[in-house]
């Protein structure tokens, strides 16, 4: 007779004598139901010749139990704590704390322990930062997306929890702390979306008399530090990208840089096509002729493959794209076929270097969105191809990459001649724009930098504004924002702020890329459901009206219709989608 | 010509040389104001003999300055950058960032970081702890202290921000994290209350398996390993009391063991006296005479000192304390001296081993209050005497103490023939107590311990129930607790939860004590004041009621009485007084 034992460390295999002299041992254990807490002390001795079981680290050995002692017993579970037993994500979350008992929540969050902590060293230990706390009860921001608020005692008035130490951290700056970092609760009440928390978890970092150089050197170096020493060591430093070149290129801000398959800009083939259709495309602002070769896709992508892929493109970016197959005939097998005449064929085959079996992805239209379609099929096709077996992206490989030189300023959504910061209003412009501030701001640069891990954003930071008269201005004159909800902000700047920059680093997202989880749930000890719920602990939760007084605040309830609307309106916000760098998802 | 150059690591002198080709550096540097950001490059070189400043650790040495640059002017400060300079604290904070150029509050900082940093060390590193982070948007607790509340976008649904991870440390443990520590972020809605901050930081602490001695090595082993090396190093284990034994020796239950002067119950001396007035207080239930020698006390306190002891015990303990003045002729000088016979007074001599120039003071009552009295008076003496210029605690020594076997309820603020958890309704028994929970459960003493240092309590922690139907009727039969809003803690607990324990280090407070600040505000980077405000960014705020909708709220007015009213009748709770151990403060 024999159990397995479990405890934090593994697993142990515990033999019961069948003599008579271990019959209390025998009950207690026999009767102690599945996930009961049992305290034993026995003997270690080798398991009997070819008994052994090489798999398991304790496989050589067993414990021959002499007492035994249930220290707690389990009621029946609603699951089995084991990780090829399926369960849905609600009962899991219901049962967090029993979820958490499997092979893979207890790796997820240990690993996130031993990463964090390697971070800490290098930063703390090896490159004299100071880890400062900031505060979490704070001002709401000017035009942010949505903070959560909390009600104070005093009437009408209000904290917010801050999506980021943002103004913290500078203000560290000009308060000397000249390496600031800090692993940083932040909120964001972005409703309901997937794979994202109301609360999460950022590294957080700020310097002193920087450039982008400095910080991204930083960066590769923590990166490299504090990566498991199980996986393929960090290659530094990574390689960069500007923002156009990106968008040029992979469609995205965020390429995933594992694979291939590039746009590629075939306007000059065409232009002098008799295609009328070509033409039109060719003549508006910014028109061009894009495409995209997927290796072997004629071989592996079905027509429902291509439907599906052409409903996306009209979905959700109401443009065409034309699928060309290369058949071994040589043939183009194409609705475009019939304005490609022979020479452009064989220039876009010397171009894209197609071969037999490959297909093209072929569209006209304004360069920036003809490349955000290129780049959300890419993505597609991918996913087919890899659905059909071909090996594209290594699970094992982890692809690193800056982008930069972003645009300072997007147009205002919903009054596009009126501008909006790219990212925040403390990005300094790239020093070769200044002068374009007072002429054509839109056409200014930013020194900001995104961490691209995997086609994911991992980390994003900047130089920041040091000067308050250019800071007023910009916040001011072209954001036209309320700037006196930053007074305190562009006051400091006045008091002798150093030159300083940083960078925040998503701790959730990097851990789930590290450990292969499908979701950020799973690198979160309690995460929040797609509603920002606790299922466990059934939150939010009602309040007795008693409670609320203190804050003098009351609920308004919403009239049925009001319900009903709410539930149908709620679309993240233009700047939430900018922030979030999802400009290019469909 | 010279100028002093500050950066975070010190100061260093640099030289303007005189001759023409150094003008536009001169230029520049006379023309910064003080405080403003500058970079200059030179050669490093010693200073002329004779003028070396061996009180600078750079004094050796000076920088003969070649090229200067002015990276960021300083507009007229509203305070020098300078320590010996005094300025009100709301000026400091409205200035925070200028305020933490501060050499004092630099080193705060900092040394706080160190710290952390270390203790991570010792946990993560050294003893196998997981650092796991814990929501902050919860659940409201039944019956704790005010939280802060954070409206939903469900209606009438609210998050509430926990006081401290108590339920997720303990969720952990079921789930099999079985060494568990964060330096977690904690709220608690106080009102006004001087020294204290809505939000706060804690070394949180739990583990599975372990005991009471168990967990009080790991934290003297945590403090020492962490501890300062420039100060005199942490001596382990340290000593422990019971609470009984604290507070009939001290008259609290965080004594500051750094000096005597311990109160002495002297009822046997006066057990057959004639004064009636001792006779009806030892008639009493637990009625006692209690005394306390104060060294010297004779010889230093003032007329005016007495009377203020004297109104102290009135004012906040309805009680009478006497003194007895010592002097040389051995008379004993005292509105007491009338019903001490001599006999009396020769056996209180032996007892207290009182000497000339000593002060007694002497009270009867009830022992718990006579005892809490002579404990603030033993601390207002200590106070008064140190005014005089007696050495009696010595500011570099660092006194810790364990405080255990507390009560595990106390009798219920308004309703005493109820019961309070005297800490929270998830500490254990004592283990001697267990039969008294159903039999006389105001008897039982519990699990709780707290560290002690220099008169502050800097922790406090439990072993916990890991039983739930022991935890059920704790809750529900004897707290009569509202239990279906612990109700996921009390099914976990009914899964095999493995015994477990923990406690909580109040890094604020700690700090404010190693660094030897005057107030917690001074080891923290962005306090709030008094009132809960942040005075630099204006903190809570109006927020304009479109963007209160989302949530679902209005603000409720208050009437200008019921404003009036709010002001004056804000006073703590009972349980936040037991909770914030300042049981025996007046």
Redesign the interface.
Known sequence: MFLVL???HGLVQVIIPQDESAASVKKILCEAPL???V?ISGAVISRPPGQENPKMPTGEIEIKVKTAEL?????K?PFEIKDFVKKTEALRLQ???????SVQ??YN??L???M??KM?EYL??LHGF???????????TPGGA?E????????????S?PQSPQ??KQ??M??????YFQVA?C?R?E?SRPDRQ??F?QIDIEMS?VDQTGIQSLIEGLLQYSWPSDRDPVVIPFPSMTFAEALATYGTDKPDTRFGMKIIDISDVFRNTKSEFLQDALRKPQGTVKAMCVREGAKYLKRKDIESIRKCATDHFNQEVLPVFLKANSNWNSPAAKFIVEEQRLELTRIMETREEDMVLLTAGEHKKACSLLGKLRLECAHLLEGRGVVLRDPTCFSFLWVVDFPLFLPKEGNPRELESAHHPFTAPHPSDGHLLYTAPEKVRSQHYDLVLNGNEIGGGSIRI??AELQGYILSTLLKEDATLLS?LLQ????????HGGIALGLDRLMCLVTGAPSIRDV???P?SFQ?R?L????????PSE????????????TDSE?EKRKESFTPSRKLRVLSSVLHQC
């Not at 220290?71 to 009621?75: F, Q, V, W, Y």
């Not at 100071?130 to 709401?140: A, S």
């Not at 959560?148 to 904290?159: A, D």
Request: aromatic letters at 12%; a positive charge; proline letters at 8%.
């Open positions: 479990r405890d934090c996930e009961s807490v305290r220290l707690n017993s389990c009621k579970l049962y967090r704390y029993l979820d958490l008992r929540m207890q969050l240990r996130r322990s031993q964090v902590m800490r703390c230990n100071v880890d400062v706390e900031t505060p979490t009860l704070f001002k709401r949505r959560f608020l909390v009600p104070s005692r005093e009437p009408g008035k209000f904290y929890l103004q913290f203000l560290l000009v308060g000397g702390l000249d390496r609760r909120y009440d409703g109301p609360e978890t008399f040091h000067d305190h400091a700047l006045d008091y002798g702020a150093p030159p979160i000890a309690f929040k920002g606790d466990m602990s059934n939150v939010p939760d009602s309040v409670e609320l007084k203190p804050y003098h605040i009351q609920v308004s309830w919403p319900a």
